[in-house]
């Protein structure tokens, strides 16, 4: 059996911030990252110098994250500690927080590789649903069920996100359409109307032709939603709405403020998040669009060998 740790929901806040930080607010994220509780009994100065940063770097962090003062963060830390650990789950190992979601090392072996790479699509999708604003997905249900065309765009694995989508879409008889050729995403989003839903998706909101596109469907008059792993992105700037999904941090070298990342676990986050708004979309579909979607199932069984 496979057991996860609930990463606290404080930290998930920082994870999706982490793209955005400065050199310093990483320091004191990659620091936080592996801490232990101790840091909820530390000062500014001591966080600051553990951090190896300055305490302005500390207070222009906390305020960053929305929070008035360096207490006030400390409070809300160890609220989401308790949190995770009333909820019956481990929220500690070895005396070290579990914020890790588990990276692959070169030494591992097959077995340790594949309980990793589950653990982590696991985590993704627990933290994922534990952030989900569910009035969002009613918000944009109903953007769906009004729309005229509803556009996919995404790039690399995401790509793969808006394609499934497309394909989900299209069975209830919903016009749906997903690009990832630069060219062809300018076509869609500069011919677009009030009536039609835009999605972005990209992993860290950065992907240009997404965010530029998503832009100009917006000067159009389309409703826009944005689904990324970080928040403050040009992504979450430029969408009326956005969701956020959970991100798996061990693909970043932190200590060389590199990101060395390969988007997987996002991937299958990113589509169940998709998923919960077909399906809000499919109950409130009328008969006809059942009647539809049996039929493509007939045919679509007929094509099987």
């Known amino acids: 059996m496979i057991t996860v740790q609930p990463t606290p929901l404080i930290m998930l806040q920082i994870k999706n911030r982490y793209s955005e930080f400065n ?9 936080l990252f592996t801490a232990d509780r101790q840091v909820l009994y530390m000062g500014i100065s001591e966080l600051a110098a553990a951090s190896g940063v300055s305490e302005a770097s500390v207070t222009r962090f906390v305020r960053l994250l929305k929070f008035d003062s ?3 963060f400390q409070f809300e830390l160890a609220k989401s500690l308790m949190q995770v650990e009333e909820n019956g789950k481990i929220g500690m190992i070895n005396n070290r927080i579990a914020f890790e979601y588990g990276g692959v090392s070169l030494s591992d072996s097959a077995e340790e590789v ?3 790479v589950f653990q982590s699509n696991i985590q993704m999708l627990q933290d994922t649903m534990r952030t989900i604003d569910y009035k969002k997905v009613e918000y944009v249900t109903n953007l769906i069920t009004n729309a005229r065309n509803l556009v996919f765009l995404g790039v690399g694995r995401s790509y793969i996100t808006a394609e499934s989508a497309r394909i989900r879409f299209n069975r209830l008889g919903i016009n749906s359409f ?6 062809e995403q300018i076509v869609a989003a500069t011919t677009c109307t009030g009536q039609d839903v835009f999605f972005g998706i990209s992993n860290f909101g950065r992907s240009a032709a997404v965010v530029n596109n998503l ?5 159009r008059g389309a409703a826009t939603v944005g689904i990324t792993s970080a928040d403050g ?3 979450t700037r430029i969408a009326d709405t956005c969701f956020l999904v959970a991100f798996n941090s061990a693909n970043m070298e932190y200590h060389t403020h590199k990101q060395v990342f390969e988007p997987a676990s ?3 986050a990113q589509m169940v998040l998709l ?3 077909y399906m809000n979309v499919v109950s409130k579909q009328d008969e006809s669009c059942f009647e539809m979607f049996y039929n493509t199932v007939k045919v679509l069984s007929d094509e099987r060998l």
Request: aromatic share 12%; net charge positive.
């Open 266 to 268: 996002e991937t299958i």
């Open 70 to 72: 360096f207490k006030a």
């Open 114 to 116: 594949g309980k990793k």
């Open 233 to 235: 992105s040009p992504l």
């Open 23 to 31: 050199p310093a607010m990483k320091q004191i994220a990659d620091y």
């Open 275 to 277: 998923d919960c708004i």
């Open 215 to 219: 832009y100009q469907a917006k000067m």
């Open 178 to 183: 997903s690009y990832s050729d630069t060219q």
